[in-house]
């Protein structure tokens, strides 16, 4: 690909990143028009529907995602073999995965 259209396809996508954005914050103020709600009852609604540990969660498959591409690139780096990349990135998201259900799961039962 030539390195003009790097710049054109950045802004496309940040173009389009804006314009979803506006649009989808618009049709949640027009959903509130619509139902008649006021503006407390509707700031209610949505806390409800909130996951308090969604960043936790987030931050747990980052960080095993990004111990996962280190070990690839330092078993790659040791032997010379291209594999290990791919391996240890799918590997590290799959268990961050399982242990932010796990720590999810434990946080919410500390709660009750």
């Known amino acids: ?22 649009y989808f914050d618009f049709r949640l103020k027009q959903s509130i028009v619509e139902r008649g709600l006021t503006k407390e009852e509707m700031v209610e609604l949505l806390k409800k529907n909130r996951n308090p540990y969604s960043l936790l969660k987030l931050g747990i498959i980052t960080m095993i995602f990004a111990i996962g591409l280190g070990l690839g690139f ?24 399982i242990v932010a259900v796990f720590v999810e799961k434990k946080m919410q039962s500390k709660e009750m």
Do not use: H, K, R
């Open 74 to 97: 330092l078993l790659q780096a040791a032997t010379e073999i291209d594999e290990w990349i791919p391996f240890f990135v799918l590997l590290g998201l799959g268990a961050g995965m």
């Open 1 to 22: 690909m030539d390195a003009n259209f790097v710049p054109i396809i950045f802004f496309i996508v940040v173009g389009a990143i804006l314009i979803s954005y506006f």
